[in-house]
């Protein structure tokens, strides 16, 4: 049997299942609960990625969340947190002094007939 990390005594007694499933203990001694072997919690980064790359084909955040049997504020989320990350946006080219324009000239709000 372990001992307790914290007064490294051997009496401990089960105490119930965390939320993610693993046994909790808790000392006589010290009254303190811990859990030797916990099971992780969340989303893998591939679930993640893939929801990234779904949202970037253009699928919406509810198709993405039934896709991957999620939650759609979890998607957004996610997609909130990877932009943060990304780099400011480059500085855009600046624009040139010549500018190319066709024979076609367009006549705009004016009519030669008026429809009553």
Known sequence: MDSCPH???VALVRAGRNPSGSQRYQCKVCRRY???QPNPQGYTAE????ALELYLEGNGLRRIA???????QTIANWITQHQAQLPPTP?????????ELDELY???ATKKTEFT
Do not use: E, W
Not at 47 to 50: A, G, S
């Open 106 to 108: 367009t006549f705009v």
């Open 47 to 50: 679930l993640r990625t893939r």
């Open 34 to 36: 811990h859990t030797p």
């Open 7 to 9: 007064c490294n005594a």
């Open 66 to 72: 039934r896709l991957l049997k999620t939650h759609h």
């Open 91 to 99: 500085p855009q080219p600046s624009t040139s002094a010549v500018v």
